[in-house]
DNA sequence: TTGTATGCGTTATCAC
DNA sequence: GTGATAACGCATACAA
C-alpha cells in the first residue's frame, strides 16, 4: 500500500502538503493541489486509518454489538451517523462473549472505535459498569440500569398493557396469553416485562390472571399454534402473544377449529414481523419504533462522546397498536390506532 | 484512557517490558508478569487498536460489506473468522455508496481492515479491478468475473434448473414462471439467472417456452398472489418463483381459487425462507449453503492475505431441492430430495 | 504558502 | 531478563 511519503515523492512536495491536500486544499497553491492530486490518483493513495486515527486520536467509527440481526435499526443508525461523518460498524457477539463481561469490546475495538451501542446486548454484569466509565456506550432495546450508561428502548411493558386493553375493549374477557418458556439468566427480558404488561392490563380492568391461561412454551410458529389449540379448548375468548409468531400459529388454530375470527375469539402479537401481514385476517399487533431507536442511539452517543451529554438518559421510544382483522372486523390493512 | 506508558510507570517497569507481557509473557520474570499484570487490571488497560496495528501493519479484521441482511452468512463467517484469530465486522451499503465505485472502501476503511467480503454488493464497475489490486477482496454470491477476485456463490441458474426440472418430473407440463420485473441497472442479478435456469429445464424437456406463462412483477406476497391468479387462470399446472414469496402467494392463490396441491398445481419457490416452512402444504424451495458460504468466503479471504492463493477461484457451493407437499402429496417436511 | 520536526501507542531490534 | 530506542503513517505546531 502507498503511503503518504511515495505521494510527497511522486508529486515533488514534502509530506505536510500532501496532508494539507487531502485535510484543508485552500491553504495549498492550486498548482501544488493539482500535482498532487494526480499522484494521489496515480498511486491510488488512500490515507491509512491507523495512522490517523492514532495522530487524531478519534476514529469517526461507532461500534454496533448486536445480539440478533436488526435491519431496521442499523438502518436508522447508519443515517444518523452518515449526517454527522460517523461511520459504523456492526458485530454480532454471541451469549458466551457477552457472558465473558464484554472483554469481547475491550480486547477487540479499544482505540479503534469512538463509542459503542449495544443492542439486546446485556445480561447483569459489573464489568459492564466498568467498560461505561471508560468508553463512552448507549444501550439499545433491552438495557440494565446503570449509573453511567443512557439507554433507548419501547416501553415493552406499556406495549404489552395497549395490546390486551385493545383486545379487552372489544369485549373479550377470557384472554390467554401465550409466552416464551424461561431461558436460564434471562431476568428481565423483553417476553418478561410483556408478560407484565399483560397482567397488569388484566388487573386494572378487575379480572383475576388465571395460570392456566397463561402457556409457556419454545419459540416457533408450531408452537404457537399448539398453545393456541389449548388455550383455546379451554375457552379463552382473546389471545395476546409476546411474539408475532405465538400469535400467528394461535390464529392458524383458531380457523382449524373453525371459529370466527374476530367474532369468537380475537388475536393479537407484537412486532409487526413480516408474519403478521401475511395471515388473512391480517394480525393486530404493536409495531416499535426501530428505525427511531437507532438514530436516536446514535444522536445520544454522539452527544456523549462530544462531552455534550452531562446525565445518563433513559428514553423511551412512542409504539403504535396496528389494528388488523384479528381483533376488528374489516381493519385488514393496520390503520393506526394509538400511539405512546 | 490509560496508554502503556501508564501501565509501565504503575508497574515500575520499562514499555519494552509491559509490552512483552502482553506478547509474550514466558520471557519475562514471574514476579514482573505478576506486577504488570496486575498494573493492567488496576489501571483498567487495554492496548490501542490503532498503535498496534499501525505498528504490525495488520489488524486481524475482515470487512463485511452486505447489500442485504444475510445472516446465516454472518453466522459462517463469524465461526470461520473466530477459529483463525480474526474478527469480523460489517457494513451495509445502499446502491448510492455502492455506485460511487467502491470508494466507499478505501475512504472508510484503507489500513483498518485485512480483506474485504462484497456480498451480493457489486455492480458493474470497473474501480472495482482496481481495488482487487490493493486489497484482498473474496466476493460473495453474486460476482463479477474480474481477473483479481475470487468468489463464492450459488449456482443459481442450476438452482432454478433442478426446481423446474423436479415440476416437470412430476407430470407438469403447463409451469409458469414468477419473476421479478427488470431493476435497473442489474443487468446479471439472481432472478435472471434463475429465469435462465427455468428456461433451459423446459427446452430440456423439449416444451417450447412460452411469453405468456411468464409474469414478471414488483416484490412481495400480493404481487406473487396476483401473478398466481394470472397464471392460474391460464391453465398453469405448475408455477416456479424466483422468490419464495412469490411462490407462497401464487399457494394461496391456488387454495382460494379451489385447486387441489400438489395434483392440480404444482409449485416451487427457491431460498428456503421462513415463509415457506409456515404454508400448509409446505412449499418445496431450493436452499443454498449460505452458512458455508460464510465460511469459504473467510478461508478463501485469509488464504489470500496470508499469499498462500496463487490463482483466482470461482467457487459454487452445492444447492438442494427440498421437496415439500406444495408438489408431492404427504411430503411437508421438506425431506432432502438432490444436491448438486 | 511550504517544509521540518514532533508525537500519537505500539512492537521489535538492539544492546546490555 | 531487561531497558532504550527506532519505526509504523499521519496531522499539525512551528519556523521559514
Redesign the interface.
Known sequence: ?PTIQDVAKAAGVSIATVSRVINSPATVSVDKVKRVKSAIDEL?Y??????R??RRSA?KTL?MICAA?I?DV??GA?EAAARQGY??????ADRRQLAKGMSYF???????VDGAILFSALRSDENLA?LC???PIVQCSSFLDLPNASSVSTDEEAAAYDAVTHLLETGKRRIGLITQENLPGAEDSYYIRRERGYCRALADAGIPIRQEMIFRTPGG?KNGYYAGKQLLKDKADGIFGVQDTFA?GAL?AAQRMGLSIPEQVGIVGIDNT??SQ?S?PGLTTVQQSFYEMGQVAVNMLIEQIRGEMDVKRNVYLQHRLLVRGSTVRGRSDGEEEGAR
Open positions: 500500500m491510488n488512500y490515507p491509512n486509518s491507523s495512522g486515527n492514532l476514529t461500534l440481526t435491519s442499523l438502518d447508519y461511520r459504523i460498524v456492526a458485530t454480532y475491550n480486547e477487540l475495538f479499544m482505540g479503534n466498568k466509565q471508560t468508553v410458529v400467528y392458524v413480516g408474519i401475511l388473512d
